[in-house]
């Protein structure tokens, strides 16, 4: 049962653009959300979070959405950089909770 | 801190072995958690654990699967008989839950292949 979904196993986007990843989830009960970032032959790295009292969280390039009505956040990633080429993970989890659920991944390309 | 240690970052192996998987948590986190990377599947639970206590290993595949924190600070996850279908990388985890926030830092990782 995926409970958290990536449906687009991958994306291309020119340098300097803006890359949007997007998750959709079905259990109500997620109440905290995270992006991580994955790089060939390494573990999956923690890059954004956001809490659901909130529907927006910035940091540097990279903001999450959260829109709790649809059940959906994204990713935006603003501007895109040839560095920022890896696998991003959208994941989840209750409050207090350690039971967190990833997607599948989306693989990001950015282009020179 | 050296983050959480896998061990080893590759195993190649026969169908029939048995395989030990190895991981080292971060000190102070009191969670830990296994997962299994594969293409159709991405990033699935395996099985975590909470002050070494197991809380839920219903995504553990079959009887094969077993796992194991004998202290605070260690874990193994043990595959016996090993098969061609448990191919895959395979990422432990830790954590320190604080309430709504639960950051998992991941190990490098081991890739399996079961021949």
């Known amino acids: 049962d995926q409970q958290v979904k990536q449906n687009s196993p991958s994306l291309s986007v020119q340098e300097g653009r803006i890359s949007i990843l997007n998750c959709d989830y079905t259990?109500?009960?997620?109440?905290?959300f995270l992006w991580y970032k994955k790089y060939p032959a390494e573990g999956p790295t923690f890059l954004i979070s956001?809490?659901?009292?909130?529907d927006k969280n910035e940091d540097g390039r990279f903001t999450v959405f959260l829109n709790k009505s649809a059940k959906h956040l994204s990713l935006h990633i603003v501007p895109s950089q040839p560095g920022d080429s890896a696998v991003y993970f959208c994941?989840?989890?209750?409050?207090?909770?350690?039971?967190?659920?990833f997607g599948a991944g989306t693989r990001l390309t950015v282009k020179p | 801190d050296a983050g959480v240690i896998q061990s080893p970052r590759h195993e190649v192996t026969e169908m029939g072995q048995e395989v030990t998987l190895r991981c080292k948590l971060i000190s102070g986190h009191n969670s830990l958690f296994w997962y299994r990377q594969t293409m159709m599947r991405g990033l699935e639970l395996l099985i975590y654990f909470n002050n070494n206590v197991p809380i839920d290993d219903s995504g553990m595949p079959e009887d094969r699967f077993s796992a194991k924190m004998p202290n605070a600070s260690f874990s193994t996850l043990k595959i016996q008989p090993s098969e061609p279908r448990d191919s895959a990388v395979y990422f432990c985890?830790?954590?320190?839950?604080?309430?709504?926030?639960?950051?998992?830092?991941f190990g490098a990782g081991t890739r399996l292949s079961v021949l």
């Open positions: 259990n109500s009960m997620f109440d905290y």
């Open positions: 985890a830790s954590s320190n839950l604080q309430g709504d926030k639960n950051i998992q830092y």
């Open positions: 956001i809490s659901s009292i909130k």
């Open positions: 994941a989840a989890h209750p409050y207090n909770n350690n039971d967190m659920r």
